[in-house]
């Protein structure tokens, strides 16, 4: 079963102070993995897509990066409004032949003026 | 703003009733995702529908069930209500049937009392 883990759960910076966001998945064929902010009570936002080791994807302050067993998301000089919660998820190639997407429990980031 | 629409926002209910959660997928998209996110828990699939048809089926209990119509919006409904179904319901919508980049609706919490 494909397996996403997301570390911190929270993470708390002072505006400025860059820091990264770490997934780690297991996955049996990786068809794409996939990068989402959520703030409190909406939707998740669509943010990046990676596909294979070495594959880099930059917005704004916000960079993701991905090797064969997790992928990272860089936060540079981050901005109050930067707080929400990142979501990671990884669509594999399960049995059966369906690319189901599997969501981590996010990390939690509050940038503090 | 995704494109996605949901409908209601908000839904209080007591045990034992069933409601019905409606969603709109962008324009062009063909296909519909359920998801269920409690407190505790991250985004569980629910139910995959591509153009009509239901497409994998992941967490979804017995007394939940799904359609998508012709006009491609789809409709969860969820019956004999317990207070353990109380979470926010996520719909999402792909433009095709390999779970590329989702992109989600603002969701509809329900309170089950």
């Known amino acids: 079963e494909d397996q996403v883990t997301q570390s911190p759960e929270a993470l708390r910076l002072q505006e400025g102070e860059s820091s990264s966001l770490n997934c780690s998945y297991t996955v049996s064929g990786l068809r794409g993995l996939f990068w989402y902010r959520q703030d409190p009570g909406k939707g998740p936002e669509f943010l990046f897509t990676l596909y294979s080791a070495g594959e880099e994807k930059e917005k704004e302050r916000l960079k993701a990066t991905l090797t064969k067993k997790e992928s990272f998301l860089h936060i540079t000089a981050p901005k109050p409004e930067d707080s929400a919660t990142y979501l990671c998820a990884v669509r594999g190639r399960n049995s059966g032949g369906y690319q189901k997407v599997t969501f981590g429990t996010g990390t939690k980031l509050q940038v503090i003026p | 703003d995704s494109g996605v629409t949901q409908t209601p926002k908000h839904l209080i209910t007591a045990t034992g009733q069933r409601v019905t959660l409606r969603c709109s997928p962008r324009?062009?998209?063909?296909?519909v995702y359920w998801y269920q996110q409690s407190l505790d828990q991250g985004l569980q699939f629910l139910i995959h529908?591509?153009?009509?048809?239901?497409?994998a089926k992941g967490n979804i209990l017995e007394r939940f069930s799904a359609q998508q119509f012709p006009d491609l919006h789809s409709e969860l409904n969820l019956s004999s209500l317990e207070l353990g179904d109380s979470a926010l319901y996520f719909c999402?919508?792909?433009?095709?049937?390999?779970?590329?980049?989702?992109?989600f609706g603002p969701g509809t919490r329900l309170t089950v009392t």
């Open positions: 324009s062009g998209d063909l296909s």
């Open positions: 529908y591509y153009n009509g048809e239901e497409r």
């Open positions: 999402a919508s792909s433009v095709d049937g390999l779970s590329y980049e989702q992109y």
